[in-house]
């Protein structure tokens, strides 16, 4: 039986919402009724493929809804709601944009990707201090302390200056995705809702089999929803999740359904009111507590 570490560890410290807090809408985002943002697929042609030779975890990815989570942040209780939104403010990496130009975030390793719905992106770059830096693959780039972003019609790409590039070699098809060459990202994907998605993998096997873990949470009428899913290289086992669901802190105040098992993927549906939400609760993924300063020196 993987045990709860194990299944845990799938997100890594990477992805954990207190260690990204100062890296925009790195944090699990919110799903309700009415329209969505950008979809994740758009957003993940953006990731570089990685066969694991830099020492980087071959699938750390986060997609957030942000049209979605700005519908229901309101229905949480105390503060939550007030934490989650200034999380994907894109004020907080110093883009001169609005939070509701944001209607989605993909967050990688030392990338961020976003869907904007704002007419002008590139005057108003330009016009919020942002220093040209040239075009790539026609893309206009800018400098941003020292960062670079890349304005593509409706999205915008921040990262180092060579990850920047290589996501938009991505996205043109001049180099692989992630979709390309994450076995974990493609067995994965079709458990995600699309709304709320924390993937987290690798390309060995751990020694368990397990290739990658996802949680994805949804947020229908007054009802939080967790998909917890793990996949494996050969085979599943059905009671891969039971000492997470069952034990752990931030996990077991869900209402756990049967486990249940597509192919390659174990995977079980928890639920609880939205009332008791809390994603920042020990257990679950996000639950280490690094200061917005410190999360943004390690982007």
Same mark, same amino acid.
């Given at each position: 039986m993987v045990q709860r570490r194990t299944v845990l560890s799938g997100v890594g410290a990477t992805l954990a919402l207190g260690s990204l807090a100062g890296c925009l809408a790195s944090i699990p985002g919110l799903g309700g009724d009415g329209a969505g943002g950008t979809p994740r697929e758009t957003l993940a042609g953006y990731v570089p493929g990685s066969d694991g030779d830099d020492g980087q975890p071959p699938l750390d990815l986060i997609y957030v809804d942000a049209r979605r989570l700005e519908a229901v942040r309101d229905r949480f209780p105390g503060t939550v709601g007030q934490q989650i939104g200034a999380l994907y403010d894109p004020a907080t990496v110093g883009l001169p944009l609005e939070r509701g130009d944001v209607?989605?975030?993909?967050?990688?390793?030392?990338?961020?990707?976003?869907?904007?719905?704002?007419? $002008?992106?590139? *005057?108003?770059?330009?016009?919020?201090?942002? #220093?040209?830096?040239?075009?790539?693959?026609?893309?206009? +780039?800018?400098?941003l302390d020292g960062q670079t972003v890349a304005a593509d019609s409706g999205v915008i790409v921040l990262g180092t200056d060579a990850r920047v590039r290589a996501a938009l070699d991505a996205n043109s098809g001049g180099a692989p995705s992630v979709a390309d060459t994450s076995t974990a990202y493609d067995h994965l994907a079709g458990a995600a809702a699309g709304t709320v998605d924390v993937f987290g993998g690798r390309t060995d096997d751990? $020694?368990?089999? *397990?290739?990658?873990?996802?949680?994805?949470? #949804?947020?229908?009428?007054?009802?939080?929803?967790?998909? +917890?899913?793990?996949?494996f290289a050969d085979s599943t086992d059905p009671d891969a999740l039971a000492t997470a669901t069952e034990s752990a802190g931030g996990l077991a105040e869900y209402d756990w359904g049967d486990r249940t098992t597509d192919g390659p993927v174990v995977s079980q549906v928890g639920t609880q009111p939205i009332g008791d939400f809390d994603l920042l609760r020990e257990g679950t993924p996000g639950e280490s507590g690094s200061s917005s300063a410190e999360a943004k020196r390690s982007c």
């Open positions: 209607d989605a975030v993909l967050t990688a390793h030392q990338l961020f990707v976003l869907g904007v719905d704002t007419d $002008g992106l590139v *005057r108003t770059l330009a016009d919020g201090g942002l #220093t040209d830096a040239g075009r790539y693959r026609e893309v206009p +780039l800018f400098d751990a $020694g368990d089999g *397990r290739l990658g873990t996802l949680y994805s949470w #949804t947020f229908p009428a007054d009802t939080a929803r967790l998909t +917890l899913a793990v996949a």
